[in-house]
Each structure stands twice: as structure tokens, then as C-alpha cells.
């Protein structure tokens, strides 16, 4: 039995006797946006709803059916102790687990205190601070237990957040983009921020997800959907400092939404919050590409 009533016990992956998949939607520290998210489908939600049998949504139903589950969507990041236990019970409990949104992938923004003393910040805030039971940082699912797929976003896309749903349903990879924004800017035509205006903005280094909606308004893109597979932030940080960035303000830039993501992608770590893996460097990235484009010549010719 897991912290919240739900059944631990058995394989996971069981189907109830309708034949219809699991679904099991939870919440660490994170503010409900991406559950959100799903209720606001709407019309979709409904024809899912025929596809699937809520075993676990207390956003949406107070009804709980036994686990295990087919699929868990797990929104929120590790903060506390108890967060970590819990994932970990879930883990357990779900054939697959994918993380949604910014806090279950990268941190969110409640990554900010891994820059600060913690302990200064219950201090200064509560007024009991040794009651406060919290970890030093913040961190994504992913630094604790076994992620199937990582779906990024402050909140998550309602087309993509339906297609991962629907892709693991039916057994299929889902078909989630990992261009940057700057690609999603193109596809609707909007004129660059930056070339054009001189405006400071992530989108080079971004995720897309989001339909490049800032800059379509004439705003920089704020890093929400994390770092793109092969983003280089050291290589936008110049373009920055042009812009009129000095290094206080690049450092603020890039610790918004998904601050652990950009700093551990620049210390050599990952694009998610943690560290778990060396990624090539910028250089390496060029050589690789560098290769890849002589040997195309070579082929051509």
C-alpha cells in the first residue's frame, strides 16, 4: 500500500477485467499545471476517457482503483523526503512512468534554491523553521527512479501531453519533436526577436513544445520547455552579452523554469536537472556535425 492508499502489490501492467488500460496521474511539488492541462482537453479527454479506466486522479475523481497501473503520470519535483519515498512507490507500481512538466523533468523553478542555502531560506520565511522537513535541492523524477519518457513544459502542451498518452496506450513511441525553437518560429513564420530587434532570447537552445509562443508576440522565448538535444548555451551566451546582458543578468535568464536544466547542461551534465551522464561538449558537438558533413560530401561525390 503506497502513501496515497493506492496497491503496490502484484505485476505491474494488470488490466482490469474490461480489458481497458491503467491510468494513474499524481503529483510531487509542482503547482497542478500540467494536471490541469489534461482536465482542459476537454472533448478529447472524453474520447480518451472510453480508452482508458482512471485508477488513480485526484484532480479529476475521488474514485481510486487498485494498482498496479498501465501508465503513471508523475508531475512535480523531489523536494522532500517523503517525495522521494513516494516516487519510488509509484515507480513500483506503474508498467511506465513518464514525467510531465518542468518540475518532474528538470526541477522547475523551485530549482533555484540548489543555487542558495536553504536553511537560510527557512529561517528568514517560517516561523518554525525546524518543522519544515525539506531536502537541499530540488530534482527531477528522473534522478530517482526509472523514467520511460520525459514530456517537457511550464505547463505541458495539451497535443503532446495527448499523444504520449495515447502512443504509450497503444504500445507506439510517441512522436514528440526534439527541435528548438527557433525551428517552431520558422514553421509559423515569425520574424526572429533577436536578428530583428536585438531581443535576448532562449530559443536557440529551447525545447520546442510551446508553438514559439513568446517571440510570435515579440518576446524572447524564456527557456520554459528546457533544453533542446543538442543545445549549446555557452555558444547564445555571447549573442546575450550583445544584447546588453551583463553576467548577472545571463545567470537570471537562464535560471527560470528549468534552471537546474541549463546549469547542469553548461557544467557538462545533461539536459534535464541532474548529472547522471557526461554530454559531448559544444566543440565535440560541431566536430561530430563536421564529420558527418564531409562524409555526405564524400558520398555525393
Sequence with gaps: MTTDGTTTAGAAGTTPRDG???????????CDGCQ????NCEDELLALAGQVRIGYFPEATRAVLPGPYDLALVEGSVTTAA???????????????????????????????????VAEFRAAVYARPEQIDALAGSTPVSDHVKVDFELRGCPVDRGQLLEVVTAFLAGRKPGIPDHSVCFACKRRGTVCVTVAHGTPCLGPVTHAGCGALCPAYGRGCYGCFGPSADAAPDKLIPLLRRDGMDDR???RFLRTFTAAAFESLRAGGTATGGAREKRPSG???EQKRDRKQKQRKEAAS
Excluded at 36 to 39: G, K, P, R, Y
Design 283 to 285: 566543440d565535440a558537438r
Design 20 to 30: 481497458l488500460p491503467t491510468l494513474a496521474v499524481y503529483k510531487l511539488a509542482s
Design 36 to 39: 490541469l492541462t489534461l482536465l
Design 83 to 117: 517525495d522521494a519515498e513516494r516516487v519510488r512507490e509509484i515507480r513500483a507500481a506503474s508498467r511506465h512512468l513518464v514525467a510531465i512538466g518542468a518540475c518532474a523533468t528538470a526541477g522547475g523553478i523551485q530549482a533555484l534554491r540548489n543555487f542558495a542555502d
Design 249 to 251: 543578468a545571463v545567470e
